[in-house]
């Protein structure tokens, strides 16, 4: 598994994943999210990675967001199979790479709140320590380290503890190149509260890690994050700039790819080389950013 990005080129991730998937007609109300077509439907997770490379996308995340064998097993489902799901999120998106005619493979990293479906992901409320994060994370973190992706995506990193077990994860697969997000609560913390700065710096000067950033948080934090970044190149997709109204179950704002793709020139200039969308961010919102950043 390796990966090492051109330098003086900005590296254009895909977009939201489940969004793409519902504006294909998919009901993703569902605690395995989209990672349940994975079963049900996995050529339109396929037909979606298309979608984004032809975007302008360099990258494809893989639907393994959520596609944990815990989850799995929770709905059912036998070990072997689970394996065999998580280790399809990779094949759909190296199919999709190979008609496309090129491309990077990022196979999702979820955290360990995405299992829990309770909003953990945003606040790193959980009920494991490091210790118990490494053994949760380690059987998906195998199996992904076998595929033919060519990084992981540990995405969406809530927890200073999380990160702390993701950096010990690195260090038993040496062989295993990753970039690390967190989801942030502000300009300057993540979603457990600790300074970006510290979480950042567990990873700095890592060879294994192409680059750390920040993932499903409100796009005007961006320029702020990125200044507390240093010693490794950095990844940023944040949400559309929509907030989730959860009393109605409906987004609020407007999420405009013009403003995103503006916004992106910005991020490019203030220091990221990793540049996609998360929530709510479409195969619009990543042409967008291939036309500003061209």
């Not at 939201?16 to 439907?41: I, M, P, Q």
């Not at 339109?44 to 975007?55: K, S």
């Amino acid at each position: 598994m390796s990966f090492q990005p051109n330098e003086t080129d900005v590296v254009i991730l895909d977009g939201g994943l489940a969004t793409h998937l519902e504006a294909l007609g998919c009901d993703l109300r569902d605690e395995l999210w989209s990672a349940k077509l994975l079963f049900e439907n996995p050529a339109v997770i396929r037909q979606a990675h298309l979608d984004y490379f032809a975007a302008g996308a360099d990258v494809a995340t893989t639907a393994s967001y959520q596609a944990s064998f815990p989850a799995f097993v929770r709905r059912g489902r036998a070990r072997e199979e689970a394996r065999a799901l998580i280790q399809l999120s990779v094949e759909l998106a190296t199919e999709a790479r190979d008609e496309a005619g090129g491309g990077v493979i990022a196979a999702s990293v979820g955290p360990y709140g995405a299992y829990l479906a309770n909003g953990a992901e945003y606040t790193g409320d959980y009920d494991l320590d490091e210790d118990g994060l490494v053994e949760w994370h380690r059987p998906r973190w195998e199996v992904l380290a076998e595929t033919e992706a060519d990084l992981l995506a540990c995405e969406t990193i809530p927890s200073y503890a999380e990160a702390r077990a993701i950096a010990r994860l690195l260090e038993e697969t040496p062989n295993v190149n990753a970039w690390v997000s967190f989801s942030c609560r502000d300009g300057d913390h993540i979603g457990d509260g600790t300074r970006l700065a510290d979480c950042a710096a567990l990873f700095a000067g890592n060879p294994q890690v192409v680059a750390v950033g920040i993932n499903c948080t409100a796009p005007s934090d961006v320029k702020s994050l990125i200044s507390h970044i240093s010693g490794s190149p950095i990844v940023v997709y944040p949400n559309s700039g929509e907030n989730w109204d959860a009393e109605n179950h409906r987004w609020t704002g407007v999420a405009d790819p013009v403003e995103f793709g503006a916004a992106a020139r910005e991020w490019r200039d203030a220091g990221a080389s990793f540049i996609g969308g998360c929530c709510r961010t479409t195969p619009e919102h990543i042409r967008r950013i291939r036309d500003e950043l061209a």
